[in-house]
T-cell receptor, first 116, second 110 residues
Framework: GAVVSQHPSWVICKSGTSVKIECRSLDFQATTMFWYRQFPKQSLMLMATSNEGSKATYEQGVEKDKFLINHASLTLSTLTVTSAHPEDSSFYICSARAAGMNTEAFFGQGTRLTVV | AQRVTQPEKLLSVFKGAPVELKCNYSYSGSPELFWYVQYSRQRLQLLLRHISRESIKGFTADLNKGETSFHLKKPFAQEEDSAMYYC????????????FGTGTKLQVIP
């Protein structure tokens, strides 16, 4: 199957700083990318959907100004957690789908963010 | 609104016993249903999808539109099946978001 790569796999940052997470589709064009957040022993919670070249659509309750999403190309989307706080510590996962009907969503390996 | 319900957080079965992981959904329109699996320390990966109607690793799932269900079944559980299983739903089209259920942990007892 296709490969989606996330970087970094884990990051520790100080409270108040910003952190950028990259998501790349390595061998296909991802017209749509999704960002999820997963708390320990819980399911994936969709944060936002981004289509290449347009603004992301955020789910209810997700702060747009805190979680900045950029999808500037068909192979790269970034999530920036701005002014991070300890409650932002979580596992962030990206997913990518190609255009067309019935396309499969491929997942990155996830990024463990710890804010201290 | 689209919603996926997996009623069981944990399902424990003995090796060789049949497995059924339940999934019910809510969606206005024609959804696409998936089962994803996450083995320990690995990323999520697609197990099967209803449109392909294929069996992967012995697992099958049939979409029942009347009951809005997409239960995952396997006749004989194996130890390597132990993992987290997520039922997911999407509208048709690559731009549609994928919504996940809360997941069921399958534990196969030797």
């Amino acid at each position: 199957g296709a490969v989606v790569s996330q970087h970094p796999s884990w990051v520790i940052c100080k409270s108040g700083t910003s952190v950028k997470i990259e998501c790349r589709s390595l061998d296909f064009q991802a017209t749509t990318m999704f960002w999820y957040r997963q708390f320990p022993k819980q399911s994936l919670m969709l944060m936002a959907t981004s289509n290449e070249g347009s603004k992301a659509t955020y789910e209810q309750g997700v702060e747009k100004d805190k979680f900045l999403i950029n999808h500037a190309s068909l192979t790269l989307s970034t999530l920036t957690v701005t002014s991070a706080h300890p409650e932002d510590s979580s596992f962030y996962i990206c997913s990518a789908r190609a255009a067309g009907m019935n396309t499969e969503a491929f997942f990155g390996q996830g990024t463990r963010l710890t804010v201290v | 609104a689209q919603r996926v319900t997996q009623p069981e957080k944990l399902l424990s079965v003995f090796k060789g016993a049949p497995v059924e992981l339940k999934c019910n959904y809510s969606y206005s329109g024609s959804p696409e249903l998936f089962w994803y699996v996450q083995y320990s320390r690995q990323r999520l990966q697609l197990l099967l999808r209803h449109i392909s109607r294929e069996s992967i690793k012995g697992f099958t799932a049939d979409l029942n539109k009347g009951e809005t269900s997409f239960h995952l079944k396997k006749p004989f559980a194996q130890e390597e099946d132990s993992a987290m299983y997520y039922c997911a739903l999407s509208g048709r089209g690559g731009y549609q978001k994928v919504t996940f259920g809360t997941g069921t942990k399958l534990q196969v007892i030797p």
